[in-house]
């Protein structure tokens, strides 16, 4: 069973969802950028909760059984909301943010009643056979961030994506040093073989939506 590790120090982010439960998300105070929640996870985690896919008066979900992978998932938020949401989600990350994924997973349980939620290894590039069959939907909340990441991530989206998947891909546009270089790379490589489509604000949270954070849902082009 996952632990509180006593050598790392850690603080505690709350989210609370829109019907009044919270998650305690645990970042650490020192490590590597996915060790902490960021804008764009927030902001992801909120448009899954959006009326669009939850009805309030129904209580249905769109996400209500359906198979997700996070990639890149960080301290799993995004994966972790799926879940109380329905979806039956695993969060995946490199082997260095395992620890903080299934603390997180442990932490938050409680509030998964229909859902389920497992962490594992997925390093952008390699092999996807344990990811198999095809998920309904991909997430991804401020991945596209390394110049080296590039080519592997897309290769990654492109084995694990079938033709009915919906990658709904978040990010927070950058304009300084590399990072509009790296994000042009990315989407020319991606969009050779998929469709996108912008994510306009009115349909995103009314109150957790920036105009530099964009959500896209990228869709196999039909040939
Ligand atoms: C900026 S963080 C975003 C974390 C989380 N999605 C969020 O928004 O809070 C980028 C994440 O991508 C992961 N990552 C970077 N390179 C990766 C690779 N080659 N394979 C898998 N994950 C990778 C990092 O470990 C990190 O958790």
């Known amino acids: 069973m996952a632990t509180e590790d006593s050598s790392v120090d850690y603080f505690v982010r709350e989210i609370e969802k829109n019907d009044g439960s919270v998650l305690r998300m645990y970042q650490c105070s020192k490590g590597d950028v996915g060790c902490v929640v960021w804008d764009a996870a927030i902001v992801l985690s909120k448009y899954l909760e959006t009326e669009q896919f939850c009805s309030t008066q129904s209580g249905n979900s769109t996400w209500s059984s359906k198979k997700m992978i996070e990639l890149g998932a960080g301290t799993g938020l995004v994966g972790l909301v799926a879940a109380t949401l329905g979806a039956n989600v695993t969060v995946t990350d490199l082997e260095d943010l395992q620890p903080l994924l299934q603390l997180n997973i442990r932490k938050n349980e409680h509030l998964i009643s229909t859902g389920s939620v497992a962490a594992k290894v997925l390093k952008w590039g390699g092999n996807v056979e344990d990811f198999l069959p095809h998920p309904h939907y991909i ?17 990654t989206l492109k084995v694990l994506a079938g033709p009915e998947t919906c990658i709904i891909c978040c990010y927070e546009q950058r304009t300084v040093g590399v990072n509009p270089e790296i994000e042009n790379r990315f989407f020319e490589l991606l969009l050779q073989d998929f469709q996108s489509e912008d994510i306009p604000p009115e349909k995103q949270d009314p109150e957790f939506n920036s105009p ?7 869709r196999r082009r039909v040939s």
Do not use: F, T
Request: contains cysteine.
């Open 212 to 218: 530099d954070i964009h959500i896209l849902h990228l």
């Open 139 to 155: 997430l991804m909340a401020d991945c596209i961030y390394y110049e080296q990441s590039v080519v592997p991530l897309v290769e």
